[in-house]
C-alpha cells in the first residue's frame, strides 16, 4: 500500500507493476514518476500573485497585540518576504518592527 499523493489517504493499491490507485479519490498514478510539487504562490485581497521583495499595502485596521495603536489601513509596506504558515507574509512596518501578516489584508501597490 502507498499513500495517494492528491488526498494523502493510505489505502492506495497496486492495479499493475506500475499503476497504484486511490479507493477514496479515484486517483490513478505511477510511484515511479517525478511529480514536481506545486509553486508556493500567495495572493493578496484582490487575487494577484505576491512575490518576494514587492510592496503592499493594510487595507484594514490590524491590532498588534503588545502595541497601543492599531496598523491603520492604506499603511504602505515595503520589501516583504513571503512564508510558509498561517501569516504567509514577513516584513517591517515603521513604528512597529519585524511583523507577520495574512495576505488577506494586504493588497498589491
Request: net charge negative.
Amino acid at each position: 500500500m502507498k499513500a495517494c499523493p492528491v488526498c494523502k489517504s493510505p489505502y492506495g493499491y497496486a492495479l499493475s507493476d506500475e499503476q497504484y490507485a486511490c479507493p477514496e479519490c479515484n486517483h490513478e498514478w505511477n510511484p515511479n514518476e517525478v511529480v514536481e510539487e506545486d509553486a508556493f504562490v500567495v495572493k493578496d485581497s484582490n487575487g494577484n500573485v505576491l512575490e518576494d521583495g514587492d510592496s503592499v499595502i493594510v487595507i484594514k485596521d490590524l491590532k498588534v497585540k503588545g502595541a497601543s495603536n492599531p496598523v491603520k489601513a492604506g499603511t504602505k509596506v515595503k520589501n516583504i518576504r513571503l512564508v510558509d504558515g498561517d501569516h504567509n507574509i514577513d516584513c517591517r512596518i515603521d513604528g512597529f518592527g519585524a511583523m507577520g501578516l495574512k495576505s488577506e489584508f494586504v493588497r498589491k501597490a
